[in-house]
């Protein structure tokens, strides 16, 4: 009777744990429960695992739960995460979403003040679309801007500083580097205006 209640109660106590990660290895991790127990390598859960995916392996030392159908650990789906002395809450604000990872980098949105921003310690952000739309009523570039193929300007420029072309400039079909001037006369006259 006594070894029965012993196991009920070891069962029991298995059903949830917490524990910490230990080993990564692709999708599955091993959870240190205690100072003598480690769990067999363990699936961990998801917001997503069909044909929309998400993943985010977890850290060791990252706080989880393990839980586990009927007591049996062998059978534990590992749930991340709690914040915990090693890697602690780095927000307190209930208006932030934020991701921080490990080099640095930082995804933030705060819906309080609609600003959306993310941080790069270096590196390149890239997007690959057919279209890029920006419904902004203003954007602002604070370095340097590349423009690999053409660039088309759908109403009018204004450019404060020098303008520096490789090659021939167009106004209509006026060649900048081209064009003649009719009506030029010796002395202080003044020339006619450019021809094509």
Same mark, same amino acid.
């Given at each position: 009777?006594?070894?029965?209640?012993?196991?009920?109660?070891?069962?029991?106590?298995? @059903?949830?744990?917490?524990?910490?990660?230990? $080993?990564?290895?692709?999708? /599955?991790?091993? #959870?240190?429960? &205690?100072?003598? @127990?480690? +769990? $067999?390598?363990?699936?961990?859960?998801?917001?997503? %695992?069909?044909?929309?995916?998400?993943?985010?392996? *977890?850290? #060791?030392? $990252?706080?989880?739960? #393990?839980?586990?159908?009927?007591g049996d650990l062998t059978? &534990?789906?590992?749930? *991340?995460? @709690?914040?915990?002395? $090693?890697?602690?809450?780095?927000?307190?604000?209930?208006?932030?979403?934020? +991701?921080?990872?490990?080099?640095? %980098?930082?995804?933030?949105?705060?819906?309080?003040?609609h600003e959306l921003t993310?941080?790069? *310690?270096? &590196? +390149? %952000?890239?997007?690959?679309?057919?279209?890029?739309?920006?419904?902004?009523?203003?954007?602002?570039?604070?370095?340097?801007? +590349?423009?690999?193929?053409?660039?088309?300007?759908?109403? &009018? %420029?204004?450019?404060?500083?020098?303008? /520096?072309?490789?090659?021939?400039?167009l106004a209509g079909d006026?060649? @900048?580097?081209?064009?003649?001037?009719?009506?030029?006369?010796?002395?202080?006259? /003044?020339?006619?205006?450019?021809?094509?």
């Open positions: 009777m006594n070894a029965d209640l012993s196991d009920i109660l070891r069962l029991l106590q298995n @059903l949830i744990r917490l524990g910490t990660i230990a $080993e990564v290895d692709g999708a /599955k991790a091993r #959870v240190q429960l &205690g100072p003598n @127990l480690t +769990t $067999e390598w363990l699936k961990w859960a998801t917001p997503r %695992a069909g044909s929309t995916r998400t993943w985010s392996a *977890p850290t #060791v030392g $990252e706080q989880v739960i #393990v839980l586990s159908p009927g059978r &534990g789906t590992i749930v *991340p995460a @709690l914040y915990s002395k $090693e890697f602690d809450a780095p927000e307190t604000s209930d208006t932030i979403h934020t +991701t921080y990872y490990p080099d640095g %980098a930082v995804v933030q949105y705060d819906h309080a003040s993310a941080t790069l *310690p270096g &590196g +390149t %952000a890239t997007i690959t679309a057919d279209k890029v739309t920006s419904n902004a009523p203003s954007t602002i570039c604070t370095g340097d801007l +590349t423009v690999m193929k053409n660039l088309i300007v759908m109403q &009018g %420029a204004t450019v404060k500083g020098s303008v /520096k072309a490789s090659g021939d400039v006026i060649s @900048l580097a081209k064009h003649t001037h009719g009506g030029v006369k010796a002395g202080g006259d /003044k020339s006619g205006g450019p021809q094509s």
